[in-house]
């Protein structure tokens, strides 16, 4: 059971550039997150998803789009990268909750750099 | 939203109890409290949850004051591999979706 992976685990963009950060899991979960890291920080929630084609905004969102077109696949998108996009990202799910807060489960992370 | 308090730093000598705690003086009377912690270079996992009664799983315990504006999470042991950053979360709300402070930073001494 490989739980969250999420891919590439490291990644060097220069200013403008593109990528796609791909986040799966295989647990059939509803819920899934992207939440970034900056060093000495605590995370903060990017985007997040209730379900299968559905998307929503977390603290910050701005600069970062997503996609959920399979239950188990979260896509998080950077169109320009830019230096302060500079983080580790973490990508994590859930169950449906319902209302007593299920537990969230989280991937290794992918560290990147935006030069 | 509610919000929680922890201290920013705290030691603790190995094999030792840690007592970690946590202010949640706005959280309201069907909030769960959760705990992750997060190892140097990983990601966070799951410690406990609970609601009003004290709870205990094979990693930690949860004391949660009768009030319930504030808990504690106990190690009962703690080892090298303790040594983490605690984070005390409030209930995420729709979609089940978290806020993380930042944290206690536990260090354990040998």
């Known amino acids: 059971n490989a739980g969250v992976t999420q891919t590439p685990k490291f990644r060097v963009l220069k200013t403008g550039q593109s990528m796609t950060l791909l986040c799966a899991q295989d647990m059939n979960h509803e819920y899934m997150y992207w939440y970034r890291q900056d060093p000495g920080m605590g995370l903060r929630l990017i985007h997040y998803s209730v379900g299968e084609g559905t998307t929503a905004k977390g603290e910050v969102p701005d600069g970062y789009n997503v996609s959920r077109l399979k239950k188990q696949n979260f896509l998080l998108g950077l169109e320009s990268a830019a230096p302060s996009q500079t983080s580790v990202y973490f990508c994590?799910?859930?169950?449906?909750?319902?209302?007593?807060?299920?537990?969230?489960?989280f991937g290794s992370g992918t560290q990147l750099s935006v030069l | 939203d509610a919000k929680t308090t922890q201290p920013n730093s705290m030691e603790s000598n190995e094999e030792e109890p840690v007592h970690l705690p946590c202010n949640h003086s706005t959280i309201s009377g069907t909030d769960y409290i959760h705990w992750y912690r997060q190892l140097p270079s990983q990601g966070p996992e799951y410690v406990i949850h609970?609601?009003?009664s004290n709870v205990n799983n094979r990693m930690a315990s949860l004391a949660i004051a009768e009030d319930r504006k504030s808990s504690t999470l106990i190690l009962h042991r703690a080892t090298l591999r303790d040594a983490a950053v605690y984070y005390c979360i409030p209930p995420g709300g729709y979609g089940n979706k978290l806020v993380f402070g930042a944290g206690t930073i536990l260090r354990v001494k040998s």
């Open positions: 609970g609601l009003t």
């Open positions: 994590a799910s859930s169950p449906y909750s319902r209302g007593r807060g299920e537990k969230l489960f």
